[in-house]
């Protein structure tokens, strides 16, 4: 064969897949009789390769002797996928059927008999928030006493003495519900006796909590006269002083004053973050907390060619403007106005945080009934509201009428309904105008709410890594809330189970980015991380097939994306991944541990070669980041 007519090859996963060559598809012209035969006998069986309008097209690329998964519901697996040079799929099918698409300049790409399905759809995450975490030091969620942790913070402060001693330290990933022994509230006495003049603040993993040391609440104006901010809670001691603990909103009263990172810095660092992403086979994301300094940040990315994804931006509404519907408006409309013209940014979508997080020792989230003590006795705290059902009604009916979503922060039962009431306050309004309203998180959702969620046609999206044995689920939660409540946490299958829409989302950087071990979390309800077994699987663990479906289609379905992509279907986006394994056919432990050997975002190769390893977590945290640091989105809980 002449080289100049050949095809262009790539040969993947030979790593782990043993490296025999296997048959390759040839250029027209060039294969053997007996193979010319065989296209011809299954080319009316391929399942899109009988369009007509497709059959003579040379396509970009062709992947073969794979699994291809379409997407659609009962639809058989197929053996390649071709995808055309406008970065769409031209056909899905055999791979003698899609010998014909392959040209002379074609490049194609052997599977060896792994998963080609969607790329992953991320329908709540924080990716520039994973960017900017990665410029401090991280406690990695570890579960320390208080003198372990002073131990770290001292190794943090020898290695960076050229700070001293006026420079912030700034510590990522602390884990609020793992201070020793259990039950250990953080004060900033902890944090003043090391042997530093420096401000310190520890961020909490769970994005809802911020504790410092006195030095850096004297830098943030923090004082016994202080108000509390709307949405948040500056916790006291009982003479009135400021203990250095942080809730929700308060955090940006401290993270206000931390100096930024450079713009260099920031964008080196998130551009990371986003390939990082793309090697773990997300072509989509919901960043769910946006203001202008993300806005800011993506607008210069995407000039330097540097955004691979897909993004969808959900403006960050906070407690205040929610009161405000015409307000709110104007100002998501305004941010549409000014950015929309960047590439990869698709606008439609408003945040808001209804409440904060369900564990000991925050207790933010808003429950129906009231949380117990640690003795199992009830107390008189129900959590809190940010938005109250009213409130939240009229916000909903003027965003659904002027086809804006809204993705709502709800973990606690009292939340989740406050979100269902508004988004048919909204319908009762206007229709069902089919805006796909969004609940995320859904630690605690009522049995009688389960049902509400079809009707109302609003999109259960869950982050169901969360859904296993650990500190947060066992240690600071089942004593507050009691082993009945405790049975209904992340109703996945109940919610399947009565019509609701699901969708996945990672809520990244709260966790390690590990797209597929949350997949099969969402199965098993163990996953790789669970440090006590697995959560009530028998009640409410999915197929691997609604996890599959959720985490691709599913999202698609609630970013109204679904027509562009979440598929493999002929003339949908080519977003896409090459995984190392057929996940379909492998024991569910192995999932998690799925290599994506190439990822495509609009036929775009974005992701080629072994996914970097990701951080072995120590502690599961069940948030982002809340509000907006240095103006911008601190990546919390969304």
Same mark, same amino acid.
């Given at each position: 064969?002449?080289?100049?007519? =050949?095809?262009?090859?790539?040969?993947?996963?030979?790593?782990?897949?043993?490296?025999?060559?296997?048959?390759?598809?040839?250029?027209?012209?060039?294969?053997?009789?007996?193979?010319?035969?065989?296209?011809?006998?299954?080319?009316?069986?391929?399942?899109?390769?009988?369009?007509?309008?497709?059959?003579?097209?040379?396509?970009?690329?062709?992947?073969?002797?794979?699994?291809?998964?379409?997407?659609?519901?009962?639809?058989?697996?197929?053996?390649?996928? @071709?995808?055309?040079?406008?970065?769409?799929?031209?056909?899905?099918?055999?791979?003698?059927?899609?010998?014909?698409?392959?040209?002379?300049?074609?490049?194609?790409?052997?599977?060896?008999?792994?998963?080609?399905?969607?790329?992953?759809?991320?329908?709540?995450?924080?990716?520039?928030?994973?960017?900017?975490?990665?410029?401090?030091?991280?406690?990695?969620?570890?579960?320390?006493?208080?003198?372990?942790?002073?131990?770290?913070?001292?190794?943090?402060?020898?290695?960076?003495?050229?700070?001293?001693?006026?420079?912030?330290?700034?510590?990522?990933? &602390?884990?609020?519900?793992? /201070?020793?022994?259990?039950?250990?509230?953080?004060?900033?006495?902890?944090?003043?006796?090391?042997?530093?003049?420096?401000?310190?603040?520890?961020?909490?993993?769970?994005?809802?909590?911020?504790?410092?040391?006195?030095?850096?609440?004297?830098?943030?104006?923090?004082?016994?006269?202080?108000?509390?901010?709307?949405?948040?809670?500056?916790?006291?001691?009982?003479?009135?002083?400021?203990?250095?603990?942080?809730?929700?909103?308060?955090?940006?009263?401290?993270?206000?004053?931390?100096?930024?990172?450079?713009?260099?810095?920031?964008?080196?660092?998130?551009?990371?973050? /986003?390939?990082?992403?793309?090697?773990?086979?997300?072509?989509? +994301?919901?960043?769910?907390?946006?203001?202008?300094?993300?806005?800011?940040?993506?607008?210069?990315?995407?000039?330097?060619?540097?955004?691979?994804?897909?993004?969808?931006?959900?403006?960050?509404?906070?407690?205040?403007?929610?009161?405000?519907?015409?307000?709110?408006?104007?100002?998501?409309?305004? /941010?549409?106005?000014?950015?929309?013209?960047?590439?990869?940014?698709?606008?439609?979508?408003?945040?808001? +945080?209804?409440?904060?997080?369900?564990?000991?020792?925050?207790?933010?989230?808003?429950?129906?009934?009231?949380?117990?003590?640690?003795?199992?006795?009830?107390?008189?705290?129900?959590?809190?509201?940010?938005?109250?059902?009213?409130?939240?009604?009229?916000?909903?009916?003027? +965003?659904?009428?002027?086809?804006?979503?809204?993705?709502?922060? =709800?973990?606690?039962?009292?939340?989740?309904?406050?979100?269902?009431?508004?988004?048919?306050?909204?319908?009762?309004?206007?229709?069902?105008?089919?805006?796909?309203?969004?609940?995320?998180?859904?630690?605690?959702?009522?049995?009688?709410?389960?049902?509400?969620? @079809?009707?109302?046609?609003?999109?259960?999206?869950?982050?169901?890594? &969360?859904?296993?044995?650990?500190?947060?689920?066992?240690?600071?939660?089942?004593?507050?809330?009691?082993?009945?409540?405790?049975? /209904?946490?992340?109703?996945?299958?109940?919610?399947? *189970?009565?019509?609701?829409?699901?969708?996945?989302?990672?809520?990244?950087?709260?966790?390690?980015?590990?797209?597929?071990?949350?997949?099969?979390? =969402?199965?098993?309800?163990?996953?790789?991380?669970?440090?006590?077994?697995?959560?009530?699987?028998?009640?409410?663990?999915?197929?691997?097939?609604?996890?599959?479906?959720?985490?691709?289609?599913?999202?698609?379905?609630?970013?109204?994306?679904? *027509?562009?992509?979440?598929?493999?279907?002929?003339?949908?986006?080519?977003?896409?991944?090459?995984?190392?394994?057929?996940?379909?056919?492998?024991?569910?432990?192995?999932?998690?541990?799925?290599?994506?050997?190439?990822?495509?975002?609009?036929?775009?190769?974005?992701?080629?070669?072994?996914?970097?390893?990701?951080?072995?977590?120590?502690?599961?945290?069940?948030?982002?980041?809340?509000?907006?640091?240095?103006?911008?989105?601190?990546?919390?809980?969304?």
């Amino acid at each position: 064969m002449n080289p100049s007519s =050949a095809p262009s090859r790539r040969r993947l996963l030979a790593t782990g897949l043993g490296a025999a060559a296997a048959v390759s598809l040839t250029a027209p012209g060039t294969a053997s009789a007996a193979s010319s035969a065989s296209s011809a006998s299954s080319a009316s069986s391929a399942s899109s390769a009988s369009s007509a309008s497709s059959k003579r097209r040379s396509a970009a690329m062709v992947v073969h002797h794979a699994r291809v998964l379409t997407g659609e519901a009962h639809a058989r697996v197929q053996e390649a996928v @071709a995808v055309g040079r406008d970065g769409k799929i031209l056909a899905t099918g055999s791979d003698a059927a899609l010998r014909r698409f392959v040209g002379r300049d074609t490049e194609v790409v052997d599977a060896r008999g792994a998963t080609v399905m969607s790329g992953i759809h991320d329908g709540h995450a924080h990716p520039l928030g994973a960017g900017e975490r990665s410029l401090h030091p991280t406690l990695e969620g570890a579960t320390l006493t208080v003198a372990q942790l002073q131990e770290t913070l001292r190794g943090f402060l020898s290695s960076d003495t050229a700070h001293e001693p006026d420079g912030w330290l700034v510590v990522e990933d &602390w884990n609020p519900v793992g /201070l020793l022994p259990a039950g250990t509230v953080p004060h900033h006495r902890m944090l003043d006796a090391l042997p530093t003049r420096r401000p310190i603040a520890l961020i909490g993993n769970d994005g809802h909590n911020a504790w410092a040391n006195q030095r850096a609440l004297d830098l943030a104006g923090i004082t016994a006269a202080t108000p509390d901010p709307s949405g948040g809670q500056i916790v006291h001691d009982p003479d009135g002083t400021p203990g250095g603990l942080l809730k929700d909103t308060a955090q940006d009263l401290l993270t206000r004053v931390i100096p930024p990172p450079t713009q260099a810095q920031l964008l080196d660092a998130c551009a990371k973050a /986003l390939a990082q992403a793309a090697a773990s086979g997300i072509t989509t +994301f919901m960043d769910a907390s946006v203001g202008t300094h993300q806005l800011d940040t993506y607008a210069a990315l995407a000039a330097a060619g540097r955004l691979p994804q897909r993004i969808v931006p959900a403006l960050l509404i906070g407690p205040d403007l929610a009161k405000d519907p015409a307000g709110a408006l104007r100002y998501v409309r305004d /941010l549409r106005a000014r950015y929309g013209q960047v590439p990869g940014l698709r606008f439609g979508t408003a945040k808001v +945080f209804l409440d904060g997080v369900i564990e000991y020792p925050s207790q933010t989230a808003a429950l129906l009934a009231p949380y117990l003590d640690a003795e199992g006795r009830p107390t008189g705290h129900r959590g809190d509201l940010y938005v109250s059902a009213a409130d939240y009604g009229r916000l909903a009916t003027a +965003f659904d009428r002027a086809d804006w979503q809204l993705h709502a922060h =709800a973990i606690g039962d009292r939340a989740v309904r406050t979100a269902l009431d508004g988004y048919e306050t909204a319908v009762r309004a206007n229709g069902r105008r089919g805006n796909r309203h969004t609940v995320a998180h859904l630690q605690l959702v009522h049995p009688t709410d389960h049902r509400r969620f @079809a009707p109302l046609g609003v999109v259960a999206c869950m982050q169901l890594q &969360w859904a296993m044995r650990d500190i947060w689920t066992m240690e600071a939660l089942l004593p507050y809330i009691g082993p009945e409540r405790h049975r /209904l946490m992340y109703p996945a299958r109940s919610l399947e *189970r009565h019509g609701a829409a699901l969708s996945g989302g990672s809520d990244w950087p709260v966790d390690p980015l590990q797209t597929w071990n949350q997949i099969r979390t =969402a199965v098993d309800r163990e996953g790789s991380e669970a440090g006590e077994g697995a959560l009530y699987p028998e009640l409410e663990g999915l197929t691997l097939a609604s996890s599959l479906r959720m985490h691709t289609a599913g999202t698609a379905h609630q970013l109204r994306m679904d *027509r562009v992509s979440g598929r493999l279907l002929p003339g949908m986006a080519a977003d896409l991944v090459v995984l190392d394994r057929d996940v379909t056919r492998v024991r569910i432990s192995e999932v998690s541990g799925a290599g994506v050997r190439m990822t495509l975002v609009g036929g775009r190769v974005v992701h080629e070669g072994t996914a970097p390893s990701t951080p072995q977590r120590h502690a599961r945290s069940l948030a982002g980041v809340h509000g907006d640091r240095h103006g911008s989105c601190g990546c919390g809980h969304a």
